[in-house]
DNA sequence: GCCACCTGCTAGCTTTTGTTTGCATGTGGA
DNA sequence: TCCACATGCAAACAAAAGCTAGCAGGTGGC
């Protein structure tokens, strides 16, 4: 998480780059919880929550995993990942040169052929 | 801008998490440039680099200055303003209580009123 | 005068994001 | 059985972001 990719850079700033998305990891941050728990304490929409959730995991910013309760009850308990990064100048410059841009995706990594 | 507030790191956050974006900085980066020749050198149309340039501008990123060519054109420059910020999950977590809400914002600062 | 190059602006379209609403399912306890 | 609480997912809509196309104005050089 050092040195992140130009894309990794532009989906990890993007996906921090919002303010429900900042307090769940502040949240998670304090204590793992799940999914009801959490929507509870954030006072926003379980359906709501879920989505950044899944964002955020798509990002690898947390985890989630199953558990099961004191009374039984299946749980989704998230936690965070923890992650470091440097934004500055320079480390963006260091990034953009690994930038794919939709046109040079071809298979997946870089193949020379024209 | 060691500890941005909640909704400058959002800011921030959502100016960075563009490819163009980053791609301009990292090109203010190497050397200073008025906006038609940056345009040429990223390769994209000189409305769309305006368009992100306002946007990094907006964030506190990159300063504009007009200047006179050599020949004598009227040219405006850019150039980028150093910063430096960490993120870490203690460092969103610092900044999310400065996070104001649609409605949390009456005045500017919070007046204890309802 | 005409061409080349600089600047700025915006209306309008497309795509992506964010959010709500509503439904379906499973389990434990009264 | 019925209620309370947990999970998941998708359709539909609203808002924000990204991008293009086109117009307008200014200056220097041939």
Redesign the interface.
């Known amino acids: 998480m050092t040195e992140p990719t ?1 894309d990794e ?2 989906r ?3 996906t ?4 429900h998305r ?2 769940i ?2 949240a ?3 204590e793992r919880a799940y999914v009801s728990e959490l929507a509870r304490e954030l006072r926003i929409s379980r359906a709501l929550l879920q989505v950044h959730l899944r964002k955020l995991e798509a990002a690898g910013l947390v985890t989630a995993s199953f558990e099961v309760g004191e009374d039984g009850k299946t749980l989704r308990f998230y936690e ?1 990942t ?9 480390a ?2 260091a ?2 040169p690994t ?1 794919t ?1 939709p046109e040079s995706v071809r298979g997946d990594g870089e193949e020379g052929r024209t």
Do not use: D, E, M, Q
């Not at 921090?16 to 303010?19: C, F, G, S, T």
């Open positions: 130009g850079l532009v990890l700033l993007g921090l780059a919002n303010p900042l307090r990891v502040a998670l941050l304090a965070l923890p992650f470091s990064v440097v934004l500055t100048p320079a963006i410059a990034a953009v930038l841009t």
